[in-house]
């Protein structure tokens, strides 16, 4: 049961750095930032259920279900701040060409 353990502690650092990671690349994105911060809870909280609770199947149940909900919200959150910037990087650049045909017309 040891490795299990191991393996469920190394997955919920991983998990809190992915959602440090994300947070630090999403340059205000509040979507973003909402699935890093709710990653790296998760992967706090699985942590903690790894060292608090002293049934180790329990523990291991535990963790796995945080980590596993914590890396979809990571994913999900993340996806829709990746989708809401590249939609308003197309409004933006559609912006941007519209002035620049109003302005060779003379309009």
Do not use: F, K, P, Y
Not at 8 to 14: C, D, G
Not at 68 to 79: D, E, F, H, Q, R
Request: net charge positive.
């Amino acid at each position: 049961m040891g490795a299990w353990v191991w393996g469920a502690v190394v997955l919920a650092i991983v998990l809190v750095i992915a959602g440090g990671i994300a947070w630090w690349l999403a340059r205000g994105c509040t979507l973003t930032i909402i699935g890093a911060a709710g990653a790296v809870l998760g992967g706090v909280v699985s942590l903690v259920s790894l060292a608090v609770l002293l049934d180790t199947e329990a523990a291991l149940r535990t963790a796995a279900t945080l980590t596993i909900a914590s890396g979809v919200w990571l994913l999900a959150w993340a996806l829709a701040g990746g989708i809401r910037g590249q939609r308003g990087l197309r409004a933006e650049e559609a912006a941007a060409l519209a002035g620049a045909s109003r302005r060779s017309t003379g309009i």
